[in-house]
């Protein structure tokens, strides 16, 4: 009955072993994402040497960094000469299957649902967004150069003296 007991257990550990590494991971980066609007982060951020937090200005203070509003491509992008840029831009407004004035950005960067992550506590720190992102000045469709995981992140935590606590990611 003892040996019964310890088979099951076994058989148990291993199916669920299998299953976590055969199972999908949505939150594992993903290349293969392709935006609604072509958008070049090399032209904005890099030639240009827009901040990122221009843009992504919920960065310092929500959860998600957030994508600009349309008001703020077109203040840039106001002269006649400019407006061409904007062309894939206004697509969507007349685009009846989507609310108008509004694009549905594809999300590049997902975590887990028991992670709780801001980046404002990490802005603060004066950590640049190219240490999560990589080079995204670089890039003209972003795609991840790091797999953001708790490895990933202890490793920071570790090298910066931060604390490991499970508390600080997991509320």
Same mark, same amino acid.
Not at 18 to 38: G, I, M, N
Not at 81 to 100: F, H, M, N, S, T
């Given at each position: 009955?003892?040996?019964?007991?310890?088979?099951?257990?076994?058989?148990i550990?291993?199916?669920?072993?299998?299953?976590?590494?055969?199972? /999908?991971?949505?939150?594992?980066? !993903?290349?293969?994402? +392709?935006?609604?609007? =072509?958008?070049?982060? %090399?032209?904005?951020?890099g030639?240009?040497?827009?901040?990122?937090?221009?843009?992504?200005?919920y960065?310092?203070?929500?959860?998600?960094?957030?994508?600009?509003?349309?008001?703020?491509?077109?203040?840039?992008?106001?002269?006649?000469?400019?407006?061409?840029?904007?062309?894939?831009?206004?697509?969507?407004?007349?685009?009846?299957? /989507?609310?108008?004035?509004?694009? !549905?950005?594809?999300? +590049?960067?997902?975590? =887990?649902?028991?992670? %709780?992550?801001?980046?404002?506590?990490?802005?603060?720190?004066?950590?640049?967004?190219?240490?999560?992102?990589?080079?995204?000045?670089?890039?003209?469709?972003?795609?991840?150069?790091?797999?953001?995981?708790?490895?990933?992140?202890?490793?920071?935590?570790?090298?910066r003296?931060?604390?490991?606590?499970?508390?600080?990611?997991?509320?």
């Amino acid at each position: 009955m003892k040996y019964g007991a310890v088979a099951v257990a076994v058989l148990i550990l291993i199916g669920g072993v299998t299953t976590a590494l055969l199972s /999908q991971r949505p939150w594992l980066p !993903r290349s293969d994402v +392709v935006q609604p609007v =072509p958008f070049s982060h %090399r032209i904005h951020a890099g030639i240009n040497r827009i901040p990122c937090q221009y843009c992504h200005e919920y960065a310092r203070r929500s959860e998600n960094s957030g994508v600009p509003p349309i008001q703020r491509c077109v203040g840039c992008h106001s002269s006649m000469a400019e407006q061409v840029a904007l062309q894939a831009v206004r697509k969507p407004w007349i685009d009846r299957r /989507q609310a108008a004035f509004e694009i !549905r950005w594809n999300r +590049v960067y997902t975590l =887990p649902d028991f992670v %709780r992550f801001y980046h404002s506590p990490h802005i603060k720190a004066g950590l640049a967004c190219q240490r999560c992102h990589g080079p995204v000045e670089t890039m003209d469709r972003v795609t991840p150069v790091f797999e953001i995981n708790m490895g990933f992140c202890l490793n920071c935590h570790t090298q910066r003296h931060v604390s490991i606590e499970c508390s600080t990611c997991h509320y």
